[in-house]
C-alpha cells in the first residue's frame, strides 16, 4: 500500500470541510483553559473530564425522556496535539475544548431544542464561550437577521458569535477587523460589555427557544403499537433506539429490503412469531414517518389484522413497520460495521468523485472498480475508518446484549398499556404554518417601514418622480428626470437600484400633457427649447466655474481640440445620415408641436436654407425620450411591453384608458 501521501485519494482529506445540511456543530471552551496557554495536556484532560460530567448532568432533567431524531446530545473531548473536533477553523484544533454534532434530520425542532440547551449552559457556567453554527453558518444570526448592522453578512461572521451568561455575543469589527479564534474568545472574556449583542438581536433568539423546554416535551408522542417480542425487549431497556428504527425504515432501499424480507434477527420463528401490544415514545416527526408511507408487510410477518378493525390494524401496521426498521437497521450496521462504510465512508466516496478521482469512468467499469477498490484500501486504514466502524457497531453489540438477557411474551402481558396519543396535530399542521408565516411577515413589514422612513430623509428632493409640489400629477418632464435618475445611478455588483416607489399611479391630463409639451418644445414669449438644453438637458457637459477658472493653457489646448475633433465626426456623421431619413425620426429643438387638425406644409416649400436650419438645429434629448416612450406605450395598446415595463421601474404609471374601461 502507498503512503497517504503518494495515494491520490490523499489529498480529500486536505480540502475544506462542509458540514451535512442536516447536522448543527458546537464548541465548549472554559476561560481558564484559553486564558492559561501552558496548560498541560493532563490538566486540561482533567479539567474538561469534570466540566462534561457537570454539564451533562445540569441538562439531564431536560434530556432523559426526550427522544432524538437521531443521535442524542454529546460532549467529546478534543485535546492537542490529537484533537477530534470538525471544526472549520484550523485555530479550533489548537485550544483544548468540549465540542459535539448532532443531526437533527427532518426534526428541526431538535437543533432549536439543542440552542435552548446551550443557552441554559452558559446561564449556568459563566466562565464558557460556546460556539454553534451549522452548514447555513451562523443560524443564529439568520433568525435575527431584521436587526444585524450592516457590516456584518456571512463573510464577516467567522469567529464573531459566541454565547455567554446566556446572552448572544458579537465581537465588533470596529475592535478586530480580522479576527482569530483565539482572539475573539480572549476579546469576549475580558470585554463582554462591549460584545454584547443588541436587545433586538437577543430578543430575536431568545424568542425563538422561549417554548422551550415545554415544547419539547409536547415534540413528543407516544403510542400503542403490537409488535414482536425481541422489539418489545430492545424497546424496554433502551427506548432511544426507535430513532435508529425509523431511520431504517424511512431510508430503505433495494438492499436494505432484502433484510426485512427474511427479518431473520427480529423474527426468529416467522409467522409462529407472537406480537404483543407496548407503548412507544418518538418525537411527532418520527411518528408522522411511519403513518405516512404506505409498506406492505413481509410475507414472513405474522398476519395483519383486518382494516375493518381499525384500531388493532392501526396498532399492528405501525408494530410491523417499527419490526421492519429494527431489522433492516441492524442487518445494515452489522455489515456496515465490519466493513467500516457508513456516512463517512459515501462522503469520502462523494468527494473523490467531486474531486475528479474517477476521471469520468462509468460506475461498474474495470477501471473504475480498480480505483474504486484502491480507494476502499486506503480508507481502511485511516482514523475514519475505525471510528466509522465503532459508531456502527455499538447499537448492533447493544441489541445483541438485550436480545441475550431471558425474555418471553409473557414479559409483556397482564400490563396496562396506555392508549395512543390524539394525533389530530397529523391535520392541523396549517393553522401552525400560517400563524409562524404571519409573524415573518409582520417582521418583513416592519423591517421594511423602518427602511422606507429612513430611506426618505435621505431621498433627493429634486430628483425621481417624487419631485416638485404635485407629486401626483403626471409631466413629461418626470419621465426625463426619473431616466436620468436611474441611469446617473451608481449600482452595485447585484444590479440597477430601481426606485422603491413602483405602484403610484398619477393623474394624466390630455390638456396638461399638451401644454407641459409645448413647454419643453418652445418655451413662452419666443424662447426656444435650446436654452433649456443648456441649463439642464443631459446632452451637454456642466463644468464648474472654479474648475474652468483654474485650467492651464495646456488643458484648454486639448479641451479645443477634443472640441474640433467632435464638431468635425459630428459634421462627417451628419453628411452620412443626409442619404437616409434617420435624421428626420428625430425632434430638434425648433420644431413645434402640430396636431392633426393643423394643416402640414405645403409640398414644395423645403428650400436650402430650411435644410441649413434643420442641420444645424440641436436635437433635444429629453423631448426625443419622452416621445419616444409614449409612441412605445401607445403601441402596446394596453398590454403588456418594454415601455410599460420600464416606465413602471421609473416609479410612472399610466392610469387605464376611461374609453377602453367601458367597452
Request: proline residues 7%; aromatic residues 8%.
Amino acid at each position: 500500500m502507498a503512503s497517504s501521501t503518494d495515494s491520490p485519494a490523499s489529498s480529500i482529506f486536505n480540502q475544506k470541510y462542509h458540514p451535512p445540511h442536516d447536522t448543527v456543530f458546537y464548541s465548549v471552551y472554559p476561560d481558564h483553559l484559553i486564558l492559561n496557554p501552558t496548560t498541560t495536556p493532563t490538566a486540561a484532560t482533567s479539567a474538561l473530564q469534570s466540566l462534561h460530567l457537570q454539564i451533562l448532568q445540569t441538562l439531564s432533567p431536560f434530556t432523559n425522556h426526550y427522544i432524538w431524531q437521531h443521535h442524542p446530545f454529546t460532549l467529546n473531548l478534543s485535546i492537542p496535539p490529537n484533537p477530534t473536533c470538525p471544526c472549520p477553523s484550523p485555530s479550533s484544533t489548537t485550544l483544548p475544548h468540549l465540542h459535539g454534532h448532532l443531526r437533527y434530520g427532518d426534526n428541526l425542532d431538535d437543533e432549536w431544542f439543542l440552542v435552548f440547551l446551550l443557552f441554559h449552559t452558559s446561564l449556568h457556567f459563566p466562565n464558557l464561550s460556546i460556539r454553534l453554527w451549522d452548514s447555513d453558518g451562523e443560524f443564529l444570526l439568520i433568525e435575527a437577521a431584521f436587526h444585524l448592522p450592516r457590516w456584518l453578512n456571512p463573510e464577516t461572521t467567522l469567529n464573531r458569535l459566541f454565547l455567554r451568561n446566556g446572552n448572544l455575543h458579537i465581537v465588533p469589527k470596529t475592535r478586530i477587523p480580522n479576527p482569530s479564534l483565539i482572539d475573539s474568545l480572549k476579546f469576549v472574556i475580558n470585554s463582554p460589555n462591549e460584545s454584547v449583542a443588541s436587545e433586538p438581536i437577543q430578543r430575536a433568539v431568545k424568542n425563538r427557544i422561549s417554548v422551550y423546554p415545554e415544547k419539547a416535551g409536547k415534540n413528543m408522542h407516544s403510542v400503542r403499537v403490537r409488535v414482536p417480542v425481541s422489539v418489545a425487549q430492545v424497546l424496554k431497556h433502551e427506548p432511544c433506539l426507535i430513532s435508529l428504527a425509523v431511520e431504517g425504515f424511512y431510508d430503505r432501499d433495494v438492499e436494505s429490503m432484502k433484510f426485512a424480507a427474511r427479518m431473520e434477527r427480529f423474527l426468529p420463528r416467522g409467522k409462529e412469531e407472537e406480537l404483543v401490544t407496548v407503548s412507544v415514545t418518538m418525537s411527532r416527526a418520527m411518528y408522522a414517518q411511519l403513518v405516512r408511507q404506505t409498506f406492505r408487510a413481509p410475507k414472513v410477518y405474522p398476519a395483519v389484522p383486518p382494516p375493518g378493525e381499525r384500531e388493532a390494524f392501526l396498532e399492528a401496521e405501525l408494530g410491523m413497520k417499527i419490526a421492519c426498521g429494527f431489522e433492516m437497521m441492524y442487518q445494515m450496521r452489522k455489515r456496515d460495521g465490519v466493513e467500516g462504510k457508513g456516512r463517512t465512508w459515501e462522503a469520502f466516496r462523494k468527494s473523490l468523485e467531486e474531486s475528479g478521482y474517477f476521471q469520468g469512468l462509468l460506475p461498474g467499469s474495470g477501471e473504475y472498480q480498480r480505483l474504486l477498490q484502491s480507494a476502499e484500501e486506503y480508507y481502511r486504514n485511516t482514523s475514519l475508518h475505525s471510528r466509522e466502524s465503532e459508531l456502527m457497531s455499538a447499537p448492533v453489540r447493544r441489541i445483541d446484549e438485550i436480545l441475550a438477557l431471558p425474555h418471553s411474551v409473557d414479559d409483556f402481558k397482564g400490563h396496562e398499556v396506555p392508549p395512543s396519543d390524539d394525533d389530530s396535530w397529523l391535520d392541523n399542521g396549517e393553522e401552525e404554518l400560517n400563524t409562524a408565516l404571519m409573524e415573518r411577515q409582520k417582521e418583513m413589514e416592519l423591517y421594511e417601514s423602518k427602511h422606507k422612513k429612513k430611506g426618505k430623509g435621505k431621498e433627493n428632493p429634486d430628483v425621481g418622480p417624487s419631485s416638485g409640489s404635485k407629486t401626483d400629477e403626471f409631466g413629461p418632464s418626470h419621465i426625463a428626470k426619473s431616466m436620468q435618475a436611474f441611469v446617473n445611478t451608481l449600482s452595485s455588483y447585484k444590479g440597477a437600484e430601481a426606485p422603491d416607489d413602483r405602484s403610484r399611479e398619477v393623474d394624466f391630463d390630455a390638456d396638461q400633457f399638451i401644454k407641459d409639451m409645448e413647454s419643453i418644445m418652445r418655451h413662452p414669449g419666443g424662447e426656444t427649447a435650446n436654452s433649456d438644453v443648456e441649463e439642464g438637458s443631459s446632452s451637454d457637459l456642466d463644468f464648474d466655474d472654479s474648475e474652468e477658472s483654474d485650467m492651464d493653457e495646456s488643458g484648454e489646448d486639448i479641451e479645443d481640440s477634443m472640441d474640433a475633433f467632435m464638431r468635425s465626426y459630428s459634421d462627417v456623421m451628419n453628411e452620412q445620415l443626409k442619404s437616409t431619413t434617420l435624421h428626420r425620426s428625430f425632434v430638434r429643438a425648433n420644431e413645434q408641436i402640430q396636431h392633426e387638425q393643423i394643416p402640414t406644409k405645403d409640398e414644395g416649400t423645403s428650400t436650402a436654407a430650411e435644410d441649413m436650419n434643420e442641420d444645424f438645429s440641436p436635437v433635444d434629448v429629453d423631448v426625443n425620450l419622452v416621445k419616444s416612450l409614449l409612441d412605445s406605450f401607445s403601441s402596446q395598446q394596453g398590454l403588456p411591453g418594454p415601455a410599460s415595463n420600464l416606465l413602471g421601474l421609473m416609479g410612472v404609471q399610466f392610469p387605464q384608458d376611461a374609453n377602453k374601461k367601458g367597452k
